[in-house]
């Protein structure tokens, strides 16, 4: 191979690398979430602090019960359905339904027992992406078990509702880093003067009033 062949293919390699390390970059750090979504990804935040405060409460009732016995509370659908009405009301109490523009978005969403599939009826690209990483969580557990049940019904309670403290994480790392990176410099974000001013109607000078009064 001549040298200039060789300077060109090392040229192409470098560049090469150069590329692959900047689009993984670009991945890493890809977002579908832009200024007018941070009303949701502040609400899908508090509703998960709301969702992990209950969950706490939960768990910490279930190991006092479990401390006499045996063996750990096993999960059951009706007392997961009971825990997770509590949950639900708690999230209830600090969801910000209505007030956002655009309209709040659902982040319904489900790891599926057998095959583990993950899906969302979640509308908006940015909260689709919150409620499939949410949903990730649920799914690196359901694939560590082999069965036709649903995943949970292989664990404790404790387990189960600790695993939900970790899925609802994700929420909250998703406002943080999305508030640090991609969307530090929306105005709801920084505080700054928003661009578009309201005007209001210019006081009416004395002049003007004396004139009226003498017309
Ligand atoms: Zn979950």
Redesign the pocket.
Known sequence: MSKTRKSCLFSLVVLIVVVSVAWSFCLSHATSCTCNDICNIDNVANEARAAQWEYNIQISRINNEDADGLFPTWFTPGRYANVQAAVQARINSVSALGSCSPPLDTIR?D?NGGNCSITTQAQTACIKEYAMA??G??QTTCQSFSHIMTYQMSMSLVDVLS??VR??QTAIDMSKSMKAGPLKDCCCVNKCTPTTITPTAAAPSLLQIARNLFR
Do not use: F
């Open positions: 969403s790891t949410h949903e969580i649920h695993e939900e899925a609802y």
